[in-house]
């Protein structure tokens, strides 16, 4: 079963910035497009950024575009988030997802694995 570990979440001050990593040891990641989704308090799960299996092609949400980037290092089976400018809108908890696919939309039910999410905090 492929599981996903999320880390680098944490409160930053808004302006600041924060970079995501999600890995899946023991697992191959290479055939499997790659999203991170968001959710906050009392609002549904959305989507963010996803990167296709070979990390060639890249999409985002309207409301983090040019703030955040996506990333993938097969050779570590591992996708980032890079995050900039943060606002306090994007507090959240952040999950990666894995779908079974080579380039997919910003849908959660489209995906097939999930990681336990991270918080990530913006604040003064």
């Known amino acids: 079963q492929l599981q996903l570990v999320e880390s680098g979440g944490g409160l930053v001050q808004p302006g600041g910035s924060l970079r995501l990593s999600c890995a899946a040891p023991?697992?191959?990641?290479?055939?499997?497009?790659l999203g991170w989704f968001r959710q906050a308090p009392g609002k549904e799960r959305e989507g963010v950024s996803c990167?296709?299996?070979?990390?060639?092609?890249?999409s985002y949400a309207d409301s983090v575009k040019g703030r955040f980037t996506i990333s993938r290092d097969n050779a570590k089976n591992t996708v980032y988030l890079q995050m900039n400018s943060l606002k306090p809108e994007d507090t959240a908890v952040y999950y990666c997802?894995?779908?079974?696919?080579?380039?997919?939309?910003?849908?959660?039910?489209?995906?097939?694995?999930w990681g336990q999410g991270t918080q990530v905090t913006v604040s003064s």
């Open positions: 990167i296709s299996s070979s990390g060639g092609s890249t």
């Open positions: 023991g697992f191959t990641l290479d055939y499997y497009a």
């Open positions: 997802a894995a779908g079974g696919f080579y380039f997919g939309p910003l849908v959660p039910d489209e995906y097939d694995y």
